[in-house]
């Protein structure tokens, strides 16, 4: 049972644009968010998280939006860079509970010149 | 500070072989977590272990099992590989609090033959 789904294997963006990456949740136990980016051959570096007590968190050009009762969450990134060509997960986390990352699937994210 | 080392980096097998994949954490982290990729399930949980003791575990068979030794270095191991456990092998380290960024090594990568 996949409990954190990111639905668009691949999106492809132009350069400037915004770049809007979607994940949805099944578990309502999960209470904690986070955004990784992996390029090839690298290992995934942390993006930025949200606590669930929040709906929004800005880092510069990365907002993470929380919708609990939708159970979606979703990441813009505005204006998309070529350097941000990459394999985006989202991951969840229960603190309370088994305290372990759960991953989705991830979705490739190409930036067009 | 150092980031997470893995070792090998690559590694090819037969079938039938096992294997051992190691991990040094960040300096001061004290939990790990092992992580397999694959093209077709993105990143799935397998094991994390947090003082030497394994403090979660995620759906894999008992040919996968791991260890932790008391400067938090970790091992995994893969006993009887099938040509399904070719994939990308992760390992994350973080200071064990659940809200914690998991940092993350490059990766080996298993070719099973």
């Known amino acids: 049972d996949q409990q954190v789904k990111q639905n668009s294997p691949s999106l492809s963006v132009q350069e400037g644009r915004i770049s809007i990456l979607n994940c949805d949740y099944t578990?309502?136990?999960?209470?904690?968010f986070l955004w990784y980016k992996k390029y090839p051959a690298e290992g995934p570096t942390f993006l930025i998280s949200?606590?669930?007590?929040?709906d929004k968190n800005e880092d510069g050009r990365f907002t993470v939006f929380l919708n609990k009762s939708a159970k979606h969450l979703s990441l813009h990134i505005v204006p998309s860079q070529p350097g941000d060509s990459a394999v985006y997960f989202c991951?969840?986390?229960?603190?309370?509970?088994?305290?372990?990352?759960?991953f989705g699937q991830g979705t490739r994210l190409t930036i067009n010149p | 500070k150092a980031g997470v080392t893995q070792t090998p980096r690559y590694l090819i097998k037969t079938r039938g072989q096992q294997v051992t994949l190691s991990c040094s954490p960040i300096?001061?982290?004290?939990?790990v977590s092992w992580y397999q990729q694959t093209p077709g399930q993105g990143l799935q949980f397998l094991f994390e272990?947090?003082?030497?003791?394994?403090?979660n575990k995620g759906n894999f068979p008992g040919r996968f099992s791991g260890r932790q030794f008391s400067n938090s270095r970790s091992e995994m191991n893969v006993s009887t590989l099938e040509l399904g456990d070719s994939a990308l092998y992760l390992c994350?380290?973080?200071?064990?609090?659940?809200?914690?960024?998991?940092?993350f090594g490059p990766g080996t990568r298993l070719l099973v033959l």
């Open positions: 994350a380290s973080s200071s064990g609090q659940a809200e914690e960024t998991q940092y």
């Open positions: 272990y947090f003082s030497e003791t394994q403090r």
């Open positions: 991951a969840a986390i229960e603190i309370q509970g088994a305290q372990k990352l759960v």
């Open positions: 300096s001061g982290h004290r939990s």
């Open positions: 949200i606590s669930s007590i929040k």
């Open positions: 578990n309502s136990m999960f209470d904690y």
